[in-house]
T-cell receptor, first 112, second 114 residues
């Protein structure tokens, strides 16, 4: 049981490049979400999904796309990277317990 | 909307000192409350939770009581250890949003020195 896994751990992009951050969970959780963590800002919700085929926007969705074709996977796509997207990105999943989320180890992204 | 306010850090304590990290919240519905901990280089982990007023969550010597009258959920520990050094996040999840989203505070960094 690996929990929530994220790849890559570190990534450097140039402005305008695109990439996909991978997230997978093996706990059969319906709910998955993506957050970004910036100094002094806490965690801000980017997108979330309540099940395969269902996604919705969070607090800061601009510049990011998501899809959920399977229960296990929830990739986050940066369409055209900008320096403002330099951040640490966390994927999380939740089972039936209210609010109890399981977080991945994070991806540290730098956009130059 | 919902919000969580926690005390600014960093907080620096000597080993065996008493810890309090303040947290207050505003919510449109009846929230469940949480404390998460983030150790260096890792993701967040749930530390404790409380789902109704006057409930006390506890884990690893940490405690927090859900105070509806003061809309607070302060984190306490009687004797901190160096291994408690981490960032602590207060959070809530609201029935009005179907408990689908979790709103986090900005985090409080705790450093415990020997």
């Amino acid at each position: 049981n690996a929990g929530v896994t994220q790849t890559p751990k570190f990534q450097v992009l140039k402005t305008g490049q695109s990439m996909t951050l991978q997230c997978a969970q093996d706990m059969n959780h319906e709910y998955m979400s993506w957050y970004r963590q910036d100094p002094g800002m806490g965690l801000r919700l980017i997108h979330y999904s309540v099940g395969a085929g269902i996604t919705d926007q969070g607090e800061v969705p601009n510049g990011y796309n998501v899809s959920r074709s399977t229960t296990e996977d929830f990739p986050l796509r940066l369409l055209s990277a900008a320096p403002s997207q330099t951040s640490v990105y966390f994927c999380a999943s939740r089972g039936r317990e209210i609010g109890e989320q399981y977080f991945g180890p994070g991806t540290r992204l730098t956009v130059t | 909307g919902n919000s969580v306010t926690q005390m600014e850090g960093p907080v620096t304590l000597s080993e065996e000192a008493f810890l309090t990290i303040n947290c207050t919240y505003t919510a449109t519905g009846y929230p469940s409350l949480f404390w998460y901990v983030q150790y260096p280089g890792e993701g967040l982990q749930l530390l404790l939770k409380a789902t109704k007023a006057d409930d006390k969550g506890s884990n690893k010597g940490f405690e927090a009581t859900y105070r509806k009258e003061t809309t607070s959920f302060h984190l306490e520990k009687g004797s901190v250890q160096v291994s408690d050094s981490a960032v602590y996040f207060c959070a809530l999840s609201d029935e009005n949003e179907g408990y689908q989203k979790v709103t986090f505070g900005t985090g409080t960094k705790l450093q415990v020195i020997p």
